[in-house]
């Protein structure tokens, strides 16, 4: 069995819950309520598209880590 590792990014939604971003697989798209079934809801996304790229002999893609800072704009 192979371990793969993704940066994921989980941003706090207004409304509560957070959206969840795979920098590295675009096409993740999932949500969680809490931070904790965020977690777990961005693990079966990502796996599922990995069985699925392995099935189709897809390549797997390669973890990229974003580059995050803050900019401060005036008004």
């Known amino acids: 069995m192979k371990v793969y590792n993704y940066t994921v990014i989980f941003e706090p939604l207004e409304e509560g819950g957070f959206d969840v971003i795979v920098p590295a697989i675009p096409e993740i798209c999932t949500c ?44």
Do not use: F, H, W
Not at 53 to 73: F, H, T, Y
């Open 32 to 75: 969680g309520e809490t931070l904790e079934e965020a977690r777990e809801m961005a693990e079966d996304a990502i796996r599922c598209y990995l069985e699925s790229a392995l099935e189709g002999n897809e390549p797997i893609p390669q973890d990229k880590e974003p580059s995050l800072e803050r900019i401060a704009v005036k008004l």
